[in-house]
């Protein structure tokens, strides 16, 4: 598939309708950090869709006469929300091109989060796939003929044009987005499910989310990437990222859990290295992330339980663990690990499969 390919040109022969999806959030394991050109990563990435931490949107569209600008009105919990529009009006002219339908129409998207705003959860992998799901639906009403493949090929394009890591929020529980020479398929323009099977170990796998800091973002994922041009190991970080995707492939497919650890963490820790490396440089952890971690580490040696943790570009924890343990990891992480977070907020995910129609 080219972007060509993704071009639609549907007259628009509906007059008005609604549609409803959700889009859950992922964790990336082999994670994106640094991007070319049009939203395409500087090297690929795979992450575990969550069930529970998602974006639930609505879009009501109907006909209008004047066609020469986008024209919607944005709700946030059943509120207009004026400052989220900018995002929503430049995701609209990125995506023009293949969607030329959408300025026949004005819009009201109306869009919710399950989980709290401002939680240092980032909603924009979440929102930008639910509003792409809608916008397919859309299309595919305007052209009953396009096939389930392209449907969700399409979505994950377009998500990815909101925001990079949104397309692997699309269909499937494990996503690989970026070209890959061992995975057949892999595509920069869109995230696909991982083409083989999952080894059980990694069935109902876990993921509680420890709210550390629950604060505006210090560095937004923009900016980030950005710091990835002329950084003095990008080079090096982008084909150990192709390594690591090889390796966690594997793993996936064996199940061989203390591998998995081992990627998954040096994964985290390797994109905050990027960042304490840039010029201007950041520290994105928090005196309380590494408590975390540290405890974390000390209590997978006493027990062996093959727990892990990931991180995002914030210093929120994701504890990763399989399902078989989860008695035994909740009461340590009530025990021991509640204290290092905000009010004691955490989150309790699991992995799931994609986003849903409503
Ligand atoms: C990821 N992150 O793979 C990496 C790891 C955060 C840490 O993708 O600029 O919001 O919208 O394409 O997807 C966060 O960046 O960036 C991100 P844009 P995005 O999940």
């Known amino acids: 598939m080219s972007e060509k390919d993704f071009i639609a040109n549907h007259p628009a022969t509906i007059e008005n309708g609604n549609f409803q999806w959700s889009a859950p959030s992922n ?12 939203q395409i990563p500087a090297n690929p990435s795979i992450s575990f869709t969550l069930n529970n931490c998602k974006t639930i949107t609505k879009l009501a569209f109907a006909k209008k006469t004047e066609t020469g600008n986008f024209s919607f009105d944005l709700l946030f919990e059943g509120k207009p929300k004026e400052d989220f529009k900018p995002k929503i ?5 990125r995506i023009e091109v293949y969607c030329p339908y959408l300025k026949q129409y004005h819009l009201t998207i109306d869009t919710e989060n399950t989980f709290p705003h401002s939680s240092g959860i980032a909603s924009s992998a979440s929102g930008m796939a639910a509003l792409s799901m809608n916008i397919m639906s859309l299309e595919k009403a305007l052209n009953p003929e396009m096939s389930e493949e392209y449907f ?13 890591s949104a397309c692997r929020s699309v269909k499937g529980s494990v996503v690989v ?19 083989t099977k999952i080894h059980d170990n990694f069935s ?24 990835m041009h002329n950084h003095p190991f990008a080079e090096q970080r982008f084909a150990q990222a192709h390594e690591n995707l090889s390796a966690i492939k594997t793993v996936l497919e064996t199940g061989n859990l203390e591998d998995f ?41 006493e027990t062996n339980i093959p727990i892990c943790f990931t ?48």
């Open 204 to 227: 109902n796998y876990q993921d509680t989310i420890l709210l550390v800091d629950k604060g505006e973002k210090q560095v937004s994922s923009t900016v980030g990437h950005d710091l």
């Open 152 to 164: 969700y090929q399409k979505a994950s394009f377009l998500a990815r044009l909101g925001s990079g």
């Open 261 to 301: 650890i081992k990627i998954v963490e040096s994964e985290a820790l390797t994109l905050h290295t990027m960042m304490m490396t840039s010029m201007p440089y950041f520290i994105l952890m928090k005196p309380n992330t590494l408590e975390i971690i540290n405890r974390i580490w000390k209590f997978r040696n």
């Open 27 to 38: 964790i990336a394991l082999v994670k994106y950090w640094g991007k070319k050109a049009n």
């Open 89 to 93: 009006q430049k995701f609209l002219e």
């Open 311 to 358: 991180l995002d570009a914030g210093a929120n924890v994701h504890v990763l663990y399989p399902e078989n343990v989860r008695a035994t990891v909740l009461q340590f992480i009530k025990d021991e690990l509640l204290g290092y977070c905000q009010n004691g907020q955490y989150i309790c995910d699991v992995i799931g499969t994609g986003s849903i129609q409503l």
């Open 177 to 195: 987005w970026g070209n890959h020479a061992e995975i057949e398929g892999s595509s920069d323009l869109f995230g696909v499910a991982l083409p």
